[in-house]
């Protein structure tokens, strides 16, 4: 099959995985997953019965979840083997696609600004282009506002919140500090603290010095720039080949935790991004354009 077949064919094994994940997860829950929580409702009825000295009925719940907890021991191997290979799984292909994030936009930038050639021409286009993803961000922005506010898709959703602050950003207190912060004092650390905004300011001073160089002294760095660029392409071209099978392991992963009733819980939140997306595609960009 031709590079041009697999890719008019990818969006429909894409979605085949999302359906067989579905479907493999449905299956590892009520298999192994649904006799665990059901034995930790049946022992927490027992306690309540026992805190209310219904000894009979609390021994009876008791031996229940005894058994509920044997069924589940017994499959505990398999479970682990079939949940762990879905973790594997997903683990592997977000982590791929992670690997190549920051060197693709190093590439690809510089090998953009190095077509353009005039140091002229990219200040025009780089405020250009600034002031169109304000633009289309504010409108996004707004949308997806509006939509929330109307839809409310996360009314009644039960999501368990994280009490540790870990990972929260603080949020500057003027225009300087997010002009200082978008800098990064040290791009090594930026690239590997997934600090985009950082690698792609320095990509976008390296992409111009570049360019202000003689040619004859950046003419070993652009072949470098150029053939990274297309390497970086042909992996990325490989790594979404294997969507279909990573998004199956985490659709899979996610319903064995969580069971088929998350689809019917999300709907909301699924169709709004949808809705949304949708309203910002057919309307507000082909207006822009």
């Not at 499959?75 to 994030?101: G, H, P, Q, W």
């Not at 009314?155 to 912060?181: N, R, T, Y």
Request: hydrophobic share 55%.
């Amino acid at each position: 099959m031709s590079e041009k077949e697999t890719k008019s064919r990818l969006h429909w094994w894409i979605i085949l995985g999302m359906l067989v994940g579905a479907v493999m997860g449905t299956f590892v829950h009520f298999r192994h997953f649904a006799a665990s929580e059901e034995a930790a409702k049946v022992e927490l009825f027992g306690q309540e019965f026992l805190q209310k000295n219904k000894q009979e009925q609390a021994k009876a719940l008791m031996e229940k979840a005894s058994r509920f907890e044997k069924a589940v021991l017994s499959k505990l191997e398999e479970r682990s083997f079939l949940y762990s290979t879905f973790e594997f799984l997903a683990d592997a292909f977000l982590n791929l696609l992670k690997m190549i994030v920051i060197p693709l936009v190093f590439f690809s930038l510089v090998s953009g600004m190095l077509g353009l050639g005039d140091i002229r021409q990219l200040g025009r286009i780089g405020v250009k282009t600034a002031l169109l993803y304000v633009l289309t961000t504010t409108i996004a922005c707004l949308t997806g506002l509006f939509l929330v506010n109307l839809v409310q898709p996360g009314a009644g959703l039960q999501i368990p919140i994280p009490e540790a602050d870990e990972g929260l950003v603080e949020v500057p207190d003027s225009f300087k500090d997010i002009i200082v912060e978008m800098i990064p004092s040290n791009v090594v650390a930026a690239a590997a603290s997934f600090d985009l905004i950082g690698v792609i300011v320095f990509t976008l001073f390296f992409g111009i010095f570049l360019v202000a160089i003689e040619e004859s002294k950046r003419a070993a760095m652009v072949g470098f720039i150029e053939g990274g660029a297309e390497v970086m392409m042909k992996m990325t071209h490989f790594i979404i080949r294997l969507a279909p099978i990573g998004i199956a392991a985490l659709i899979a992963g996610m319903v064995s935790r969580t069971g088929p009733g998350v689809f019917i819980d999300m709907i909301k939140y699924v169709l709004t991004v949808f809705g949304g997306l949708l309203i910002h595609v057919t309307l507000t960009l082909p207006l822009l354009i």
